[in-house]
Nanobody, 115 residues
Framework: QVTLVESGGGLVQTGGSLRLACAVS????????VAWYRQAPGKEREFLAA???????KYSDNVEGRFTISRSMVKNEVYLQMNDLKSEDLGIYYC?????????WGPGTQVTVSS
């Protein structure tokens, strides 16, 4: 059984930083795709960043240059370092793992950005 659990969300001021973590069990973050998504109030869930096997990363245009995805083989976790946060970064942040062609989602963590 693959499970993902996000942590690290909270309240931050505009221009601040947060580091989210996604703890994964049941699959390796080094050999499978793990991605971060965000769902703002009243909007569709949107892709932010993904970590692929090998040193391959992908970012959406909205966050490239401000957000960085990384992972730990030892902890089997994937991280999202978020810098220069803006009011539009508010939302619930989810991580998704892809294993044997199936998507597995975590419950999400809330990020609130105040001015």
């Amino acid at each position: 059984q693959v499970t993902l659990v996000e942590s690290g969300g909270g309240l931050v001021q505009t221009g601040g930083s947060l580091r989210l973590a996604c703890a994964v069990s049941g699959m390796s973050v080094m050999t499978n795709v793990v991605a971060w998504y965000r769902q703002a109030p009243g909007k569709e869930r949107e892709f932010l960043a993904a970590a692929y096997p090998g040193a391959n990363w992908k970012y959406s245009d909205n966050v490239e240059g401000r957000f960085t995805i990384s992972r730990s083989m030892v902890k089997n976790e994937v991280y999202l370092q978020m810098n220069d946060l803006k009011s539009e970064d508010l939302g619930i942040y989810y991580c998704k793992g892809i294993w044997r062609g199936n998507d597995f989602w975590g419950p999400g963590t809330q990020v609130t950005v105040s001015s």
